[in-house]
């Protein structure tokens, strides 16, 4: 955390100041002095110490003493008489050594050796020996300790919220448990699931996203491709929330029970995944809540229940919860407990659905009081929505945030895009996760490119973001929509489907891959320090990251044409890595494994898309 500051007294005398940094109220954890930048300019940088809020205070005032020893240097240099002045600097000597030995900040042993200083200061000596005496390193860095801060100014406790290292930095992976049943028509449990999570591990992720696994209603119940009746077999949306069974704090009886939930999330933390939960604050019409507490819903002046919409879309299998009630405060106490049920099963993360078409302050107040009891706890807003709405809710707390990545294709949208989330403000609040599909959405780029256009953009979401995800089925390259939509066709969504994961063409080794260099490569797993690169060719996308210090750097080359051949020259950062232009150095390519010496700045590169459409290249002297 960099802390800048603006320091400015009347006058010619010198400030100085600390940065107190408390990792909780009213616990001071360090001071750190603040160094001088010039123009009245000051920085200080600490690394926060525990996860939650941090608060930190700049505390300045005028230096006695270096304005003193600053004004007998200029006398000296100028042949003044100093004789006066160098008895007031042993005066301030002996009234900061008195002050700081009454308040135990200096031993007698540094409180004698101080008063020899001032003695030597009024001393008999030559002036020009004294003067010298007083430039005496040893005698500043102590009157620095001990400066008097009596008069010190101190600014308004300021705060930043710091989270664990997933917040950062994570790969996810969403997949619907029902799906890896073993008879057709039929879905899987959750213990069937288990099967799944050591493919998913193996694969390089770091969490396993499971939709809404509670009880799905039966009124309005969707079937195959979003129609509006559903067949005797058929499951339902995830999303249409509550039966008979149970509402938000049970699970569907097809998937099992609780304890198979807890087996579950056991055994994926045991292959090194967290499982996030998908948190939908929805209900169909069958939930338990519409029973015990219609004032909680919207109604129609006939007295019936809205469903939710979104035109020309119909959810006539989902009730909106309605935030402003009469009786908001009993429904935001209870929304709050569904929340702290799942932790309590140790859930840490959670997918929070279409968060802006809910009460703003809802999320700023449950945010706060889920953290301020488990600070760990990470969530991420699916928000596609207008921008400054996103960046609301990412400024009322949420921890990460989906985004148009989807939608940005061509180098100029990716670039521009990027530098927004990385190079703005934003950076300073909002985190991107870069999904490259959902079960919503099959952009018209992997429906038209192509096993090509999936690696495209696996290496996109997984070398520009630092978290990223997928949704099952894209590795595979599952790319059939419903006629002029982004819809899948056959959604998980509302059936059940089996996968054939050894299916021709899938792209297993180059996720497996891809995640693997994340992991070797720190750099990867940074957002703010991506830089893009020139290329003299628009379908050649050219980036780099670093870690925070600037070492590691990674430069990615991406082929944006899932179609054709692309070849060109590339702008490679050579300044920032000290390479001399007239020094050969390697690039070496992570992804195929293969090396090519280059020099200088611009060099060529050749990306078939039916081969790798990339290069990720540590480049070396």
């Not at 301030?92 to 050594?97: G, M, P």
């Not at 490679?572 to 390479?579: E, H, L, R, T």
Request: proline share 6%; charged share 20%; net charge negative.
């Amino acid at each position: 955390m960099r802390v800048a500051v603006d320091l400015v007294a009347d006058g010619h005398d010198i400030v100085t100041g600390i940065l107190e940094v408390r990792g909780a109220p009213g616990e001071l954890s360090h001071a750190i002095p603040l160094t001088p930048l010039g123009n009245d300019q000051w920085a200080a940088v600490f690394i926060p110490e525990h996860v939650g809020w941090c608060e930190y205070t700049v505390v300045a005032w005028i230096d006695q003493f270096e304005s003193w020893h600053h004004d007998l240097v200029a006398k000296a240099d100028a042949g003044q008489e100093v004789t006066s002045e160098l008895a007031e600097g042993a005066l301030i000597v002996r009234q900061e050594t008195a002050a700081a030995l009454k308040d135990r900040r200096v031993t007698s042993a540094q409180a004698a050796w101080l008063n020899e200083q001032a003695d030597v200061l009024e001393g008999g000596a030559d002036p020009r020996e004294r003067v010298q005496a007083a430039g005496s390193a040893e005698l500043h860095t102590m009157m620095a300790a001990i400066a008097d801060r009596g008069r010190a100014s101190r600014s308004a406790p300021l705060r930043v919220w710091v989270d664990r290292e997933r917040a950062r930095v994570g790969a996810w992976y969403e997949m619907f448990p029902r799906s890896v049943g073993s008879t057709p028509g039929r879905g899987g449990t959750l213990r069937q699931a288990e099967q799944r999570i050591e493919a998913v591990a193996a694969m390089g992720f770091d969490v396993l996203y499971l939709p809404p696994i509670h009880p799905i209603g039966q009124s309005f119940r969707k079937g195959p491709n979003n129609a509006l009746h559903a067949g005797s077999g058929d499951p339902g949306s995830p999303w249409a929330i509550g039966s008979e069974a149970g509402g938000h704090m049970a699970v569907d009886p097809g998937l099992g029970t609780i304890d198979d939930f807890d087996h579950f999330r056991r055994t994926a933390e045991d292959a090194g995944l967290e499982v996030a939960l998908d948190l939908a604050f929805q209900c169909s019409p069958d939930h338990p809540w519409v029973r015990e507490h219609p004032e909680w819903f919207r109604h129609r002046p006939d007295g019936t229940i809205k469903y939710a919409e979104n035109p020309p879309k119909k959810y006539q299998d989902i009730y909106p919860l309605d935030f402003e009630c009469a009786e908001w405060q009993a429904l935001w106490q209870e929304l709050t407990r569904v929340v702290l049920f799942w932790i309590d099963h140790g859930v840490k993360i959670f997918r929070v659905d279409n968060p802006h078409t809910k009460t703003f302050g809802f999320w700023e107040w449950l945010i706060a009081e889920v953290q301020a009891i488990h600070p760990d706890i990470v969530f991420l807003a699916e928000a596609f929505t207008r921008p400054l709405l996103m960046r609301h809710l990412a400024k009322a707390g949420f921890t990460q945030s989906y985004t148009y990545f989807t939608w940005r294709n061509t180098r100029d949208e990716l670039t521009e895009y990027l530098t927004e989330l990385t190079q703005t403000a934003m950076r300073e609040y909002f985190r991107p996760n870069l999904f490259a599909n959902t079960p919503d959405i099959l952009h018209a780029y992997l429906q038209t490119g192509g096993r090509p256009a999936f690696q495209i953009r696996l290496i996109l979401a997984a070398t520009l973001g630092a978290s990223y995800g997928i949704y099952s089925g894209f590795e595979l390259c599952e790319n059939r929509s419903m006629h002029g939509t982004e819809e899948y066709l056959d959604s998980e969504k509302y059936q059940y489907r089996q996968w054939d994961w050894d299916r021709p063409g899938h792209i297993i080794p180059l996720v497996t891959r891809v995640n693997a260099i994340r992991r070797e490569q720190p750099a990867l797993g940074w957002q703010h320090t991506l830089q893009f690169h020139a290329t003299d060719n628009p379908q050649l996308l050219a980036y780099s990251k670093t870690t925070p210090d600037g070492r590691g750097r990674v430069l990615t080359i991406v082929n944006l044409d899932p179609f054709n051949v692309q070849q060109g020259w590339v702008q490679v950062p050579i300044g920032a890595m000290a390479i001399p232009a007239t020094r050969p150095y390697l690039a070496h390519d992570l992804l195929a494994d293969a090396r090519f010496q280059w020099m200088g700045e611009w060099n060529y590169v050749r990306l078939d898309p039916q081969g790798f459409p990339a290069h990720i290249l540590r480049l070396e002297l």
